[in-house]
């Protein structure tokens, strides 16, 4: 049964919004929200949730090991707290239980809303039944939760057009479209099975250079074609590490020259890039993809050790969920209209078709992913404010 009142707060003064775009269409967006919100008082449900001003919410990141989750937490934090909330951030160092537990905490602690990063999409369906029974609003940040009726929004990029500009910069640098006899060996490493995000960068990439594939052009000469071969569990960089050796020790050890890794992401591409160093004989230029714009990726960028990654501004994606949340906490039914009444100066779509988790179709906010190499870096990172060029000629992200 659908939740009937989410959150019914009575805002005893209203909220007053006020958004400010940035000049640019790539910077960071900023909210100047001008807090004259009165108390939130709610009306049903948990009367306790009036601790602070603008109430309190719950953040919870799978970990800190993984560097985009650091930024998100930040930036999440930064914009509810500039909005007048009170924020509980907590990390789960990847681990399942440790999120089940933080997750608890967050609801014992009478928060407003819950944003949700989950570790492992699947295994949070119990702990959000209990926010749903308190009334407690879940927004699935970045990563889909699955199989529950908990959430009512999800907030993230297009995570099928992240892989496939990943595909398409490969079938692109490697003018697989006139290869004509040419062949080009290609291996994959994907994401965490776990994660509902992992298969559609992994299929976006597959879905551009599958064609290629079927006629010959490109080989994979390990065979590892599908989703459940290229996995990385934890999208963890040793495990990433290990995995290419092996392959590269089977299949690579005759000289055979390997021309592109399709990486879903920058932690998984860290570990392929060190055993491509390490254990591959060939010396010819390698094609590397990733995402995320992590530091050690993106010196590796300049480096020429790997060749882009794709950035998702997530600096962009905690104005999206704090917009969202407000909304939400506002007993607002939000949709399409929330992109124009927000006044983002990033481009996002409304999309009610792609995402289900089981329990139904998720009404989603998804943002739009940028390809960057060491041409862009400096327009697309530093020149938007996202990163500053340090002296040691190496982007660092600002936060
Ligand atoms: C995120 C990626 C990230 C990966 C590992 C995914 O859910 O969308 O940006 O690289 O998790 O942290």
């Known amino acids: 049964m659908k939740m009937k009142k989410l959150c019914a707060f009575v805002a005893a003064g209203m909220l007053a919004l006020s958004l400010v775009a940035c000049t640019d269409g790539n910077e960071p967006a900023k909210t ?22 603008g109430g309190k919410i719950g953040i919870s ?15 999440l934090e930064k914009e509810f707290e500039k909005a007048g909330y009170e924020v509980s951030l907590t990390y789960s160092d990847n681990k399942i239980d440790q999120q089940v537990k ?34 407690i609003p879940v927004i699935a940040y970045d990563r889909l939760i699955m199989n529950t009726d908990a959430i009512s929004y999800y907030v993230s990029f297009d995570n099928y057009t992240v892989g496939k500009l990943q595909g398409e910069f490969v079938a692109q640098k490697l003018d697989l479209a006139n290869a004509g006899d040419k062949k080009f060996n290609i291996e994959f490493t994907g994401g965490d099975p776990a994660d509902n995000n992992a298969k559609f960068f992994f299929n976006g990439a597959m879905d551009v250079i599958k064609p290629y594939i079927e006629k010959g052009t490109v080989v994979v000469p390990s065979g590892q074609t599908t989703f459940e071969q290229v996995g990385t569990a934890q999208w963890d960089t040793s495990k990433a590490l290990s995995r290419f050796q092996n392959i590269l020790g089977s299949y690579y050890s005759d000289g055979t020259q390997l021309d592109a890794a399709v990486c879903s992401n920058d932690s998984t591409a860290l570990g392929v890039t060190q055993a491509i160093q390490s254990d591959y004989a060939g010396s010819n230029e390698i094609i590397i993809t990733g995402q995320d714009g992590d530091e050690a990726n ?8 790997q060749t882009m990654t794709v950035y998702k501004a997530v600096a962009n994606e905690a104005v999206a969920t ?68 340090g002296s040691d000629g190496y982007p660092h992200p600002v936060q």
């Open 322 to 389: 704090l917009n969202l949340g407000e909304a939400i906490l506002n007993n607002e039914k939000p949709d399409a209209s929330l992109i124009e009444k927000s006044g983002w100066s990033f481009d996002c779509t409304y999309d009610t078709s792609s995402y289900d988790n089981g329990a139904a179709v998720i009404p989603s906010y998804l943002l739009v992913p940028v390809t960057v190499t060491k041409d862009n870096i400096q327009k697309e990172l530093v020149d938007t404010g996202y990163y500053t060029m």
């Open 102 to 135: 933080d997750i608890e905490g967050l609801i014992a602690d009478k928060v407003n809303l819950l944003v949700v990063a989950a570790i492992d999409g699947e295994s949070l369906a119990q702990v959000l039944a209990e926010a749903k029974s308190q009334n």
């Open 32 to 53: 100047a929200t001008e807090q004259t919100q009165a108390e939130s008082t709610k009306a049903e449900g948990s009367s306790e949730n009036t601790d602070s001003k």
């Open 61 to 75: 990141m799978p970990t800190k090991s993984l560097e985009r989750w650091n930024r998100d937490g930040s930036y």
């Open 298 to 305: 993106l010196a590796n960028i300049i480096d020429g050790k």
